[in-house]
């Protein structure tokens, strides 16, 4: 696979029925090399820290393969990087064969797989359409949320390379599945909650729910 695009962006004030809000989700693409840490990409800033960024959603990768998908569902032609307000975009970064817990090398910076993305309704101020959290929930082509293991510099047109992969449980794909169309398959839940890289937030929406369906062996 091969990174085409590093999007970032500082916070910005946008306007949205008459009131103004703040968001870092309209990113640009940068063509120099640039440094991750812990925290994510150097130059790259979250709006609202209770809901984006941290060690679990450092960086958001998603896969330029779905820019067609979105171009035909929407009858547009999406072609600039950063679409969703992704921080990597990937050629083919398929969330049907990716893994919660994968590590990829990107660059000198190994990052690690957390969880799916969950979208707020920014998202669709960003794509000028009020129905697209819902469309973009239910394709459940989220893109993936990477914790960063090792700390490095990437660039733009680097390979991405699979360098790790201890649990094929459940997918990126399967997990985005779990949390918005297949919402009462307990079985699937449970192994989730047991999937030892998936995101602690993740899992807590799962034990949340298994409760509400009667199911209280995850906790």
């Known amino acids: 696979m091969k990174l085409l695009s590093i999007n970032i962006s500082e916070p910005k004030k946008i306007m949205f029925n008459g009131k103004e809000l703040v968001s870092s989700i309209y990113k640009m693409p940068v063509e120099v ?30 896969s330029y393969k779905h820019y067609a998908y979105w171009s035909e569902t929407l009858n547009n032609d999406y072609k600039d990087f950063g679409l969703v307000g992704e921080n990597l975009t990937i050629d083919d970064f398929d969330e049907k064969s990716i893994f919660i817990g994968d590590e990829y090398k990107i660059g000198t910076t190994v990052l690690q797989v957390s969880q799916p993305r969950i979208p707020c309704y920014k998202i669709g101020i960003k794509m000028n359409n ?5 469309l973009f929930s239910q394709s459940c082509l989220l893109g993936s949320y990477l914790r960063v293991i090792e700390p490095g510099t ?7 390379e699979l360098v790790n992969r201890d649990n094929e449980e459940i997918s990126v794909y399967d ?15 449970k192994k989730a909650v047991d999937t030892k890289h998936l995101s602690e937030e993740i899992k807590e929406k799962f034990r949340e729910r298994l409760m509400k369906l009667g199911d209280f062996s995850s906790l």
Request: net charge positive; proline share 2%; no cysteine.
């Open 154 to 160: 990437i660039s733009k047109n680097d390979s991405v």
């Open 175 to 189: 997990t985005a599945q779990l949390l918005f169309t297949d919402i009462k398959n307990v079985e699937k839940m």
């Open 130 to 134: 009020r129905e697209f959290p819902k």
């Open 33 to 62: 090399s640039v440094d991750v840490g812990q925290l994510g990409i150097k130059g790259d800033r979250q709006a609202d820290l209770r809901v984006h960024g941290g060690y679990d959603k450092a960086v958001y990768a998603y």
